[in-house]
Every structure is written in structure tokens, then in C-alpha cells.
């Protein structure tokens, strides 16, 4: 089994930057790649960002060139930097382990198994 605690959300205003973390504990061996995933209320669950363990990335178009997926593996953290944050960012945001990353005319990521509690991103001035 593998823990996921979440941590940094919180309340910025519209072009501020903020950072959320992901600590990952337990069978932390079976970690492959890892991501962060959102949800707005009313709205599905989407893709923000995931992160293998040999550095690939996926991003979703809509955070391309404002968000950084990056993760210290010694430390089994993932981290999401925001920059450029919109309203629109504003939703409940998930760390996800144990997902795979497949490449069909690009990479996707598939989320695995682990899902962490969640914590919140408001975006409003």
C-alpha cells in the first residue's frame, strides 16, 4: 500500500504562484511515475500534471508553460509550482501514484491505484 499526503494549497490571488507538495509513504518501491490530477466543482476530474521516474512529463494544455511537475525520488516527494494562476485553476487537486505513462502519437498518463486526500486551490481576488 502506498500513502499520499498532500499539502500547500490555499488562497491566492489572480497572477500569484504557489506550490503544492506530495509525500509519498509505504510500498514507495512500486513507484513508478506519479501526477497531480483536479477537480473543479461540477466538473470531472482532469489531468494537471505527471511526472515518470526518469523525468517524463505530461501536462495538460490548459497549465503548459504556467505549471512545473517536478519530484526528489530519494525523498519520494512530488511537487507542482503554479505560476500564472487563473480563477480557473481554482479546484480541489490530487496526487496520484502508481499511474503509467504510454506513448500513442505522444505521452499519455494513466493514474494509478493511489490517490491522496486532496487539497484545495482557490484563485480569487
Known amino acids: 500500500q502506498v500513502q499520499l499526503v498532500e499539502s500547500g494549497g490555499g488562497l491566492v490571488q489572480p497572477g500569484e504562484s504557489l506550490r503544492v507538495s506530495c509525500v509519498a509513504s509505504g510500498s514507495t518501491f512500486s513507484i513508478n511515475a506519479m501526477g497531480w490530477y483536479r477537480q473543479a466543482p461540477g466538473k470531472q476530474r482532469e489531468l494537471v500534471a505527471a511526472?515518470?521516474?526518469?523525468?517524463?512529463?505530461k501536462y495538460a494544455d490548459s497549465v503548459k508553460g504556467r505549471f512545473t511537475i517536478s519530484r526528489e525520488n530519494a525523498k519520494n516527494i512530488v511537487y507542482l509550482q503554479m505560476t500564472s494562476l487563473k480563477p480557473e485553476d481554482t479546484a480541489v487537486y490530487y496526487c496520484?501514484?502508481?499511474?503509467?505513462?504510454?506513448?500513442?502519437?505522444?505521452?499519455?498518463?494513466?493514474?494509478?491505484?493511489?490517490w491522496g486526500q486532496g487539497t484545495q486551490v482557490t484563485v480569487s481576488s
Open positions: 496520484n501514484a502508481g499511474g503509467k505513462f504510454y506513448y500513442s502519437g505522444g505521452w499519455y498518463y494513466t493514474p494509478g491505484d493511489y
Open positions: 511526472i515518470g521516474s526518469s523525468g517524463t512529463t
